[in-house]
């Protein structure tokens, strides 16, 4: 019997699950949830409180506030905040403080040149080239997620806006299986490539008519000479578990068949398209568009009003988002959003997905709500009366997250600064150019670092490279801040200054004591003694990890 559920006012109707089993979202009671108009703030904190609630756990504080301001500058930005924005924060006691500080971080251009880097990694696994240079105009020109999925998959060629938005599809087009699994994974949330040889071990409905349906979207698409073809004619095939070979049915992620409408030419049609392809290919231009493309079908799948394929495209979008700023998504793996994987707030999860599709995929706004709300706020240091850390899933105190590659090396280079050259007095627009420009020299220094997985460590290249490198004293210690330190008149007020610009933070007694008796060693060389002290601060876990 098929399921009926309203959202957002929409009647949708969505088929039984194979095994007579609903997935997860089919059992949320969406007239129970809040109301459309609630601060997503808000309806983070009831679920995630609520859970709390339920176990027994005593969350984690709030952070300090210089470990808060360091935590979304780092998140929202990719580096750490100036000395002059810490202070201007702390002078100031209000109970808007934190949210205002958020909004400017928000509507700093660095956000979206963030955001464009992060997307590239979701999308393009980081590839520097002319799809993240598309991602670097077409977020701050307003599009937004449903925009990016629609000209990705239906990679048209342009020299205009849409220049190297193909790449997404041209560096897949000679592997269609890794295109199908690829749009399933990166966009939708779901894995589908394990159903590709045999149905789903777990999944009952994810079957080997389930894979090919969805490698049914991109079965006419072809590389020619580099662009990103397709047919207009042609239908996916394989053979099932008992070696028959069947013919695809149409499908989005084992919905409903679709029409398939074939346009196959005859033979000398045939030929005189094959003769146009190859003109094309030796001058260097894209084919033209399928008038029945089935990418475009795809897509029109994703994005139609209430849709299963909305649905999925804004799960999935609000789960990697959730992943990047607590450290873990709601639903993991990240690409297992399937019906049989429930998330750790199921009516979180899909009041947080509607509430992305009411207001036209703005991540903005989403993210806004997702670092205003407590659970963000956490301590990341738990003492608790039971000294055993609650398992993640709870975001009963908060992740300590290593910093990504352009993270770090944003960090060091801001922290490297000279103090005075960051400070409150200097004209706005004069500061924010600086600043673009010490995280584009930072960005460069990414290639140092690898990017963090499950597990990470830092590596031996890296502690290597940090110890040895001429470079990275040249960039980092022989300028800006350790010159600054050197003309101050105390060790005491060196420390504490090098604290505020590497830690976002003022040192503690105990610190201080240590680093002056370190100094007071080596006051026959006392540059040397600067430069070691600044080293070890830009490379000691609380600089290399966002907690």
């Known amino acids: 019997?098929?399921?009926?559920?309203?959202?957002?006012?929409?009647?949708?109707?969505?088929?039984?699950?194979?095994?007579?089993?609903?997935?997860?979202?089919?059992?949320?009671?969406?007239?129970?949830?809040?109301?459309?108009?609630?601060?997503?703030?808000?309806?983070?904190?009831?679920y995630v409180d609520a859970e709390l609630e339920e176990v027994g756990i005593t969350p984690a504080p709030e952070a300090e506030p210089t470990t808060l301001l360091r935590r979304v500058t780092l998140d929202l930005n990719s580096r750490i905040?100036?000395?002059?924005?810490?202070?201007?924060?702390?002078?100031?006691?209000s109970p808007d403080q934190y949210r205002n500080f958020v909004e400017d971080r928000l509507f700093d251009p660095a956000f979206e040149r963030y955001l464009a880097h992060e997307l590239n990694w979701l999308l393009m696994d980081g590839e520097a080239g002319e799809f993240k240079s598309y991602l670097e105009r077409a977020i701050p020109a307003g599009k937004d997620w449903t925009d990016i999925f629609r000209e990705s998959v239906t990679g048209i060629a342009d020299e205009g806006e849409l220049a190297g938005v193909d790449r997404f599809l041209r560096n897949r087009s000679r592997d269609l299986d890794k295109m199908t699994n690829d749009v399933s994974v990166r966009?939708?949330?779901?894995?589908?490539?394990?159903?590709?040889?045999?149905?789903?071990?777990?999944?009952?409905?994810w079957t080997m008519e389930t894979y090919y349906g969805m490698k049914s979207f991109f079965g006419r698409t072809f590389d020619n000479g580099g662009f990103v073809g397709e047919r207009t004619y042609g239908r996916v095939?394989?053979?099932?578990?008992?070696?028959?070979?069947v013919e695809a049915k149409l499908s989005f992620l084992g919905g409903p068949e679709l029409e398939l409408v074939d346009d196959e030419p005859g033979d000398e049609e045939k030929k005189a398209q094959k003769q146009q392809l190859d003109e094309l290919r030796k001058e260097k231009k894209a084919p033209p568009r399928a008038s029945n493309s089935l990418r475009e079908r795809l897509v029109a799948e994703g994005l139609a009003p209430g849709s299963e394929g909305e649905a999925y495209l804004a799960r999935a979008l609000v789960?990697?988002?959730?992943?990047?700023?607590?450290?873990?998504?709601?639903v993991m793996p990240l690409d297992q959003m399937h019906g049989a994987n429930p998330p750790s707030h199921p009516e979180l999860l899909v009041w947080l997905a509607r509430d992305l599709v009411d207001h036209d995929f703005d991540?903005?706004?989403?993210?806004?709500?997702?670092?205003?709300?407590?659970?963000?706020?956490?301590?990341?240091?738990?003492?608790?009366?039971?000294?055993?850390?609650?398992?993640?899933?709870?975001?009963?105190?908060?992740?300590?997250?290593?910093?990504?590659?352009?993270?770090?090396?944003?960090?060091?280079?801001?922290?490297?600064?000279?103090?005075?050259?960051?400070?409150?007095?200097?004209?706005?627009?004069?500061?924010a150019k600086q600043l673009e420009s010490v995280e584009r020299s930072g960005a460069g220094l990414a290639s140092w670092f690898e990017r963090p997985q499950e597990g990470f460590h830092i590596s031996v290249d890296e502690a290597l490279l940090m110890t040895n490198s001429r470079?990275?004293?040249?960039?980092?210690?022989?300028s800006g801040l350790v010159s600054h330190l050197d003309k101050l008149e105390s060790d005491e007020e060196r420390i504490?200054?090098?604290?505020?610009?590497?830690?976002?933070?003022?040192?503690?007694?105990?610190?201080?004591?240590?680093?002056?008796?370190?100094?007071?060693?080596?006051?026959?060389?006392?540059?040397?003694?600067?430069?070691?002290?600044?080293?070890?601060l830009l490379t000691c876990s609380e600089a290399r990890f966002n907690f």
Not at 187 to 205: K, L, T
Not at 421 to 430: H, K, L, N
Request: hydrophobic share 40%; with cysteine; glycine share 6%.
């Open 237 to 245: 095939s394989y053979k099932n578990a008992e070696n028959e070979e």
């Open 81 to 93: 905040p100036t000395v002059a924005e810490v202070d201007d924060f702390l002078a100031v006691e």
């Open 187 to 205: 966009f939708f949330g779901v894995n589908v490539s394990c159903a590709q040889c045999h149905d789903h071990p777990y999944v009952e409905d």
């Open 319 to 330: 789960n990697r988002l959730w992943n990047q700023y607590f450290g873990r998504g709601l």
């Open 363 to 431: 991540v903005k706004r989403l993210v806004r709500g997702m670092v205003l709300s407590q659970a963000y706020k956490r301590s990341s240091r738990w003492e608790g009366e039971d000294s055993i850390r609650p398992h993640p899933r709870y975001f009963a105190v908060a992740s300590v997250r290593p910093l990504n590659p352009r993270q770090y090396g944003v960090a060091l280079k801001v922290s490297s600064l000279d103090p005075a050259s960051t400070a409150a007095e200097r004209p706005v627009e004069e500061l």
């Open 471 to 478: 470079e990275v004293q040249d960039q980092l210690l022989r």
């Open 1 to 46: 019997m098929a399921m009926v559920v309203v959202v957002s006012g929409v009647l949708l109707l969505f088929p039984p699950t194979g095994n007579g089993t609903e997935a997860w979202w089919h059992g949320i009671d969406v007239e129970s949830l809040p109301p459309a108009d609630a601060p997503i703030e808000e309806v983070i904190d009831r």
């Open 496 to 536: 504490r200054v090098a604290y505020r610009n590497t830690l976002s933070r003022e040192p503690d007694d105990e610190e201080v004591q240590l680093l002056r008796a370190y100094l007071a060693e080596r006051e026959d060389r006392p540059a040397e003694g600067l430069r070691q002290m600044v080293w070890a």
